[in-house]
């Protein structure tokens, strides 16, 4: 029994990747998306690289759009920023939970070099630690229940 999600986030460059590249390392079952409310051109190089270091490659991954996914049906749709959070019910798609998991966005950090790559590792291991709370009691939980 495959869990399908769906992660908003509004340039589906960073955290909205993470989390996505997080929820398949914890379970090859789960189906799971990503997408942008207005997304940019590529994924942000330092969330590449950030994610490169827990061990999960993002390199082969783009963005998208969420229009790609409004008539398809999810389990989840978790949006990962407040603006995506704020246009999440315009999703049409057949969901049956929507969740808000917020996270600053790293992107917006200024600073060295190293100052910015601190800013996006603290916030992928936000990133690792809460989408595993919620795996965890939303599907690992329930799934060993089941059986």
């Known amino acids: 029994m495959y869990k399908r999600i ?3 986030c509004t340039g589906n ?3 909205s990747q993470m989390a996505e590249g ?3 390392s914890f379970d090859q079952e789960l189906v799971v998306y990503s997408a942008g409310t207005n997304p940019v051109q ?5 969330a ?4 490169a270091e827990a061990g999960i490659d993002l390199s082969e991954q783009y ?3 969420v229009n790609q996914f409004i008539h398809k049906s999810f389990d989840y749709v978790i949006t990962v920023c407040d603006n995506a959070k704020d246009e999440c019910p315009l999703f049409m798609g057949n969901v049956k939970n929507k969740l808000h998991i917020g996270f600053e966005d ?3 950090v200024t600073g060295t ?4 790559l601190s800013a996006f590792r603290m916030t992928r291991d936000r990133i690792k630690n809460e989408f595993y709370k919620f795996y965890k009691s939303e599907i690992k939980d329930k799934k060993e229940s089941v059986v």
């Open 13 to 15: 460059s960073c955290r």
């Open 106 to 108: 790293p992107a917006g």
């Open 113 to 116: 070099e190293e100052e910015i």
């Open 63 to 65: 963005t998208k759009n």
């Open 6 to 8: 769906l992660i908003l």
């Open 42 to 46: 590529q994924i942000h190089p330092f």
């Open 22 to 24: 997080f929820l398949k």
């Open 48 to 51: 590449v690289k950030v994610m």
